[in-house]
């Protein structure tokens, strides 16, 4: 589905900016979610966790996923 995010293939951990791409794409595919969890339904942002490393193939940083997640979802 998110085929234009690159994912390093040597099984090291994608960089900030190959997240937040991920994080954008996810963010443009579902902007119903993106409506509901910005009008309250925390509970979304689990969904969108698992979209992205879905769509990094696991490869991202859950850590820094959840930061940059965070941001991003808050509208910054």
């Known amino acids: 589905m998110y ?6 293939t040597d ?4 960089s900030a900016r190959a997240i937040e791409q991920a994080i954008d794409a996810i963010m443009a595919a579902n902007p119903k979610q993106l409506a509901e ?3 309250g339904k925390d509970k979304l942002f689990g969904f969108f ?19 940059l997640l965070k941001r991003k979802l808050g509208g910054a």
């Open 3 to 8: 085929k234009h995010i690159l994912v390093p």
């Open 11 to 14: 099984g090291s951990a994608l």
């Open 37 to 39: 969890y910005r009008s």
């Open 49 to 67: 966790v698992g979209q992205v490393m879905k769509a990094t193939q696991g490869k991202a940083n859950p850590a820094q996923l959840n930061e």
